[in-house]
């Protein structure tokens, strides 16, 4: 069966430090993956989706990058933390334009 | 479409009521529909999809309804239980694209 790892859960990061969060997907081969941000209340806002390797669709400008490194592993980085960059990220997969899976999501709050 | 820095609208319900919770989307070109339920501080879990060709589809207690005319999705969920207590968001595919477009949410708290 299909699963999707993301960590860590919680981060609390002062502004101007990096950032990585790491996503992993199991048992599936290609898979499309994303990454949202969800602020406290809100809905989800998409940042970034890859349909492979290398590939990578940014959906709003921000302080923010992605990369897929290896066919199920997307990471989503920054070089200088905003404060407006916390919120609940939250990694996803799907295969061709079906239902998306969503990871159990990173809190981060940026001090 | 995205309306991503809104605060969720909210429904309250009395435990055993039926709730309806409503969506509008903007592409005509969307072919498919997902419900998601959002329990607080974990992600979202998949309850029901339709597809463009169909006008309704049941699942367990929850029911959706699309209406191609006026682009409105709604999820009933029958016999509300304290467990229902989530934000419930509706999702389209747009046709030819590969990313769901996520829509407002819905904050639903069963009351006792």
């Known amino acids: 069966s299909q699963t999707i790892h993301q960590w860590p859960a919680t981060l609390v990061q002062p502004v101007g430090s990096p950032l990585s969060l790491e996503c992993t997907v199991e048992?599936?081969?290609?898979?499309?993956l994303y990454w949202y941000r969800q602020a406290a209340g809100r809905g989800l806002q998409l940042l970034f989706y890859?349909?492979?390797?290398?590939?990578i669709s940014s959906e709003v400008p921000q302080n923010l990058s992605a990369s897929r490194p290896q066919d199920r592993q997307f990471i989503l980085s920054s070089k200088k933390l905003l404060l407006s960059d916390s919120g609940f990220y939250l990694c996803?997969?799907?295969?061709?334009?079906?239902?998306?899976?969503f990871g159990e999501g990173s809190r981060l709050t940026v001090l | 479409g995205e309306s991503v820095g809104l605060h969720l609208p909210t429904l309250s319900v009395q435990e055993g009521d039926n709730s309806i919770i409503n969506c509008a989307y903007s592409?005509?070109?969307?072919?498919?529909f997902i419900w998601y339920k959002q329990e607080s501080g974990k992600g979202p879990q998949f309850i029901i999809d339709?597809?463009?060709?169909?006008d309704k589809r049941q699942g367990q207690r929850v029911t959706v309804l699309l209406n191609k005319t006026v682009k409105h999705l709604s999820l009933q969920i029958a016999a509300t239980q304290p467990g229902d207590s989530a934000v419930y968001f509706c999702?389209?595919?747009?046709?030819?694209?590969?990313?769901?477009?996520f829509g407002q949410g819905t904050r639903l708290t069963i009351n006792p």
């Open positions: 996803a997969w799907s295969v061709g334009t079906g239902e998306l899976f």
């Open positions: 048992g599936t081969s290609n898979p499309n």
């Open positions: 890859s349909v492979g390797i290398g590939q």
């Open positions: 592409n005509s070109a969307s072919d498919y």
């Open positions: 339709i597809r463009s060709n169909m």
């Open positions: 999702a389209e595919n747009i046709q030819g694209a590969q990313k769901l477009v």
